[in-house]
């Protein structure tokens, strides 16, 4: 079956970069998510990719996709303690519903 | 204006109780899913609901059940509630195939 695997913790200091991994199984995946869940919050989707697509970059943020490895990996340039949340990797194939990682918490110290 | 809004926001509430949760999306998306959230933050697809077809992920309880009056809501209804069905659920929507889905603020369920 499909999966999406991350790392659960990452810790970083404020201005640092900070960079999230994800690894997905299903080769027909189309289309790759980021979301991000601060506390008591419901779900903020950050930037998706297309599977076509090596990179795409959104202000301070940098997405990569390796698709003959299957690894996603989010990178927030300048991170600000605001940063700090939950950041889910999601993945989908076409028409499909998506399948989530179990999210990597960011903490961000001043 | 709020693209997807559940209500309520918090729901507690006894076991054996039957309970709803509202789901509503202003977005003109034909597609509605219903999200469980465990105490872990995992994220499981319970349900996707176009006005063609209705996909259960196999593993749902059929005390839960999705109902749609209309294109613009999916409301949750759960029967006979047990203790473990406490989390927080997210409803979301999005245009038919894989783009992105916009998700309401959850509905943190409690059944003691």
Not at chain 1, 21 to 28: F, I, L, P, V
Not at chain 1, 60 to 81: E, G
Not at chain 2, 85 to 107: I, K, L, W
Request: charged share 20%.
């Amino acid at each position: 079956g499909e999966d999406v695997e991350q790392s659960l913790f990452l810790s970083v200091r404020e201005g640092d970069s900070s960079v999230i991994n994800c690894t997905y199984t299903d080769s027909s995946s189309t289309y790759l998510y980021w979301y991000k869940q601060e506390p008591g919050a419901g779900l903020q989707l950050l930037t998706y990719i297309f599977s076509n697509m090596d990179m795409k970059q959104d202000q301070r943020l940098t997405v990569l996709l390796n698709k003959k490895d299957k690894h996603l990996s989010l990178r927030i340039a300048d991170t600000q303690t605001g940063d700090s949340a939950i950041y889910f990797c999601a993945e989908s194939a076409e028409y499909s519903t998506l399948t989530f990682g179990k999210g990597t918490m960011l903490l961000v110290s001043p | 204006d709020t693209a997807v809004s559940q209500t309520p926001k918090y729901l507690v509430t006894q076991m054996g109780n039957d309970k709803s949760i509202k789901c509503e999306q202003n977005l003109g998306h034909d597609t509605m899913y219903w999200y469980k959230q465990d105490s872990k933050k995992f994220l499981k697809i319970m349900f996707s609901y176009n006005n063609k077809e209705l996909i259960i992920n196999e593993t749902v309880p059929n005390r839960f059940s999705p109902k749609s009056p209309d294109k613009a809501h999916l409301n949750l209804h759960i029967n006979s509630l047990e203790l473990g069905d406490s989390a927080v659920y997210f409803c979301a929507s999005s245009q038919t195939g894989p783009t992105e889905a916009f998700f309401g603020q959850g509905t943190r369920l409690t059944v003691v």
